[in-house]
């Protein structure tokens, strides 16, 4: 996928020790948080146990799946929210933390970058994953993203970036990822000139600071020139982390942020609720029209 990571870095190299004690904390909380599984990322020829929560609809199924990238931030409570309203809808939802299996808490700020490739690693991780599973129709599986998430999702149904990741040994497996949602995605710029070969809805606000929305409709409005089955919704007045109920509006003074002079640093945030509204009733029709359900 080389060359899409977004402004966001993380911390990289985290002692191996330090990542088996985060993944026993998750284990501590995740009666309250799903269903805690793991499995390994597809990097190749480097193991690495990936946790991740699921939430999944009462009965024998089987069920179409979505996965979820959490933003630089990590998986939070409005993750979790998105989850547990994809489940009441009748998908398998599967929160992937890239972040705590890694030890990493906060990749928002300025610090060393992670490989760009790790997080589409962990995704294709997760997707094997629920292909193994007898109550997940391997046939309806999509992706859902948010920020530093956004752009891996994209990448996911990307065809120049799953070209990138078969020459590395990463194979996807068929039929892959169905469809995708990016919520205010980094990175776009890097994909203007590609081409998604699945259903791709970008939302983001128009007032967005931080993954500013121009690169975006560039890329989106590039991509249908080349016939991509490609959408994007701008909100009048919304910023970033626009569907998350419990931000109020503010200024992150401390987080990375490449619109800024030398890339660093501030965003606005801030939720709104009929824009938020707006995102849910998209994403339950997007997904329902692609992957059944909802």
Known sequence: ????????RCMLNAMHGRACMALAAALLVSGCTGTLVTFPSATPA????????????????????????????GVSS?????????????????????????????GCRPGPELPNTVR??????????LHGQPYVD???????????????AIALVNGPSLARARARGVEVPAPGFRAA???YPGGCWSLTHERVERPLLVLMGDADDWTVPGPCVEMVEAMRGRGADAGIVLYPGAVHY????????????EVENRNRPGGCCGARVGYDGPAAADAR???AEFFGHHLGGG
Do not use: K, Y
């Open 1 to 8: 996928m080389g060359g899409i990571l977004p402004g966001a």
């Open 46 to 73: 480097v193991p690495f146990t990936i946790a991740a929560h699921e939430w999944r609809p009462a009965g024998a199924g089987p069920f179409p799946a979505v996965v979820l990238l959490h933003g630089c931030e």
């Open 78 to 106: 409005s993750t979790r929210s998105w989850a547990r309203w994809l489940r009441e809808r009748g998908w398998v939802a599967l929160v992937v933390d890239s972040w705590g299996s890694r030890a990493i808490r906060d």
């Open 120 to 129: 589409f690693d962990d995704a294709v991780g997760a997707l094997r994953w």
């Open 138 to 152: 391997r046939e309806r599986v999509g992706v859902v993203g948010w920020s530093n998430g956004g752009v891996f």
């Open 181 to 183: 949602v990016a919520f």
């Open 242 to 253: 626009f569907d998350v109920e419990e931000q109020p509006p503010a200024v992150l003074a």
């Open 281 to 283: 009733r998209r994403v």
